[in-house]
């Protein structure tokens, strides 16, 4: 092909294009193409691939950074900037630096009196809560006073960092728990549920801390008792309050301890009155809690007294001594009278003897007379019969008088004779008179 410009042999490019174009229209070329092309196509779903694996392991192993504000402050620093007096906060458990703002009437783990900026700190926070609970301040309150701040965390505005002084409410090992209410509508008394153990600090001495009972405590709470029940008006005296207290703190722990009882556990009640300043603050309630007294506060103890071993508790009470037996009869006092307790025989009225009769005598037989000789019948002696105790003795002959037995002397024949007990002889006739 020439150039139209030129007039000379020289191909173009186009004509060149042309040309190869017309070279690969065959069918070589046609499959050569495919096959570049599904080449490109599996390296770019590759790189796809690659790329989409990249993207999912970082998300899961960055950091994603704190919630900034248009201000540029974090989520800690918004709060702690925004809370005010009354404000109630919480957080997840163990993590205060998280914390957000909540309604009063649900569980919340502070309550804020006051919020103070750090930079000029120097009020306690024991004058602000007293101020911000008014009359309902109660120095003895189950409610701790303590400061929440927000520390140096990335992103929190230096310029505009508070202090927030206010109360919570101290679980076991002194972490906060939540808890409901305005404060100054509840009753700030130090009582806990039952089966909750209090520690003890260095001189034995129960402090207000819950710990696990597994460790060493002193006291267990077994319930609360309200004074309000009995007193309606002003304050009563500390022997009324006792009194009332040590009765219904003994039925508490006898219902507790059940099938035992106090009163032989070998415990003792640990229980304190209200103070003025309570009663007035409207803290009207009492803890009953047992313990086992020592010289100098209670005695540590593990494990709750529900599931005591044996070994762990008191011995019972000694039983009482049995009398002594009766002392054995002494050698000088004469032996008591021989008791016959066989039953006696009576004695029955004695056989008939019969002797043997007596021979008869025939006449000898005369011419004149054939008739026997008349016979003569010797007559029967009838007598008494023989005991009907052992056998008699050999036959005696009957003697014509016999002598009577003395009285109280009971005579069987065969036998010695036998005295009976208790036979007093009466007493001898008086002589006739001259």
């Keep these: 092909m020439k150039n139209p410009q030129t007039g000379g042999g020289v191909p173009d490019l186009a004509s060149v294009l042309a040309a190869l174009d017309d070279k690969c229209s065959g069918p070589e070329g046609e499959t050569k193409r495919r096959q570049t092309r599904a080449h490109r196509r ?18 899961l192993t960055s950091t994603p950074e704190a919630p900034r504000t248009a201000s540029g402050g974090s989520r800690a620093s918004i709060v702690f900037s925004n809370a005010g007096t009354g404000t109630c906060l919480s957080w997840p458990p163990d993590a205060p630096d998280k914390p957000s703002f909540v309604q009063c009437r649900s569980d919340h783990m502070f309550e804020v009196a006051k919020p103070v900026d750090m930079n000029g700190f120097g009020e306690p926070c024991q004058l602000a809560v007293r101020e911000y609970l008014g009359t309902h301040y109660d120095p003895n309150s189950r409610f701790t006073i303590s400061v929440l701040w927000a520390g140096d965390a990335d992103g929190t505005n230096t310029g505009s960092r508070n202090l927030l002084c206010g109360l919570q409410l101290l679980g076991q090992e002194g972490k ?4 409901k209410g305005r404060i100054v509508d509840v009753d700030q008394s130090k009582v806990w549920a039952p089966g909750t153990c209090l520690g003890l600090d260095s001189a034995n001495r129960s402090t207000d801390i819950p710990v696990d009972c597994s460790t060493p405590h002193g006291l267990e709470v077994t319930g609360s008792v309200s004074l309000a029940e009995r007193f309606t008006g002003s304050l009563p005296s500390d022997s009324e309050q006792r009194s009332f207290i040590t009765e219904a703190c003994t039925r508490t722990a006898d219902a507790y301890l059940a099938p035992a009882r106090l009163s032989t556990s070998g415990l003792s009640l640990g229980v304190e009155p209200v103070s003025a300043v309570s009663w007035a603050a409207g803290s009207k309630q009492v803890s009953c809690g047992i313990g086992k007294p020592a010289v100098q506060g209670w005695t540590p103890r593990s494990g709750s007294v529900r599931t005591s071993s044996p070994a762990d508790l008191p011995p019972p009470p000694a039983p009482s001594p049995s009398p002594p037996p009766p002392p054995p009869p002494s050698a000088s006092e004469p032996a008591p009278p021989p008791v016959y307790e066989e ?13 043997p009769p007596a021979p008869t005598t025939t006449a000898a037989p005369t011419e004149t007379s054939t008739a026997p000789a008349p016979t003569t019948e010797v007559p029967t002696t009838t007598g008494t019969a023989p005991p009907l105790g052992p056998p008699p003795g050999p036959a005696t002959a009957p003697s014509e008088t016999s002598t009577p037995a003395p009285p109280g002397i009971l005579e069987i024949p065969g036998l010695p004779p036998i005295t009976l007990p208790g036979y007093v002889p009466p007493e001898p006739a008086p002589a006739p008179a001259a």
């Excluded at 599996?42 to 998300?59: A, E, K, S």
């Excluded at 906060?176 to 808890?179: G, K, R």
């Design 176 to 179: 906060p728990v939540p808890f």
């Design 343 to 355: 039953p006696l025989i009576p004695i029955g009225p004695l056989p008939t003897e019969t002797p």
């Design 42 to 59: 599996g390296i770019l779903t590759l790189v796809m691939i690659v790329v989409l694996v990249g993207g999912v392991i970082q998300l």
